[in-house]
């Protein structure tokens, strides 16, 4: 088998959502939420990490196009001894941002892994449970067919009100 480029989808808003965790143990949960780890602040600096993910997916993952991004916003929630991660991902493309959100997700954990390594076992340090958890739009919500070629994006409607000056007739 051999790789191929796919042909091009409709242009839609789509959005992304991914999530998963690590486990750092009760001990690391607390030094991360009280700030007490000497590399700096853990969930700030995974937020950064999975932004950079997010804008850099496409040079990780040879079949990701490399698209204009809308936003991209990572969450992170305290659970029983495990840091949750959420990464959200939006665009207006031909293209979905489900590895984009994976990658945000796959990003922020690795780089909590890294700070996260001197100061708990690496048998209690585990990333887990990473997985797409909601996608929207492209052709399944918006019902336009992929072959038609035309922009899935519901046109704006016009600020101005409709009268024969504001058409130029």
Known sequence: ASSAMQPLKPTTLRSATASGR???????????RERRVDKGD??????????????????WLPHCHPIPILDAHLDFAFEDE???ITA????????????????AVSAAALCVYDMMKPHVDTATLCIDAIHLAEKKGGKTQFGRKAKTGRAAVPPARPAMPRDSIAYGV
Do not use: D, F, H, Y
Not at 22 to 32: D, N, P, Q, T, Y
């Open 88 to 103: 959200t991902v939006r665009t207006i493309a031909s293209t979905g941002v489900e590895m984009e959100a994976l990658t």
């Open 82 to 84: 495990a840091l949750a």
């Open 42 to 59: 853990v969930v700030e600096c995974a937020r950064i990490a999975g932004i950079i993910a997010v804008k850099q997916t496409p040079n």
């Open 22 to 32: 690590i486990r750092l143990g009760a001990e690391g949960l607390a030094m991360v």
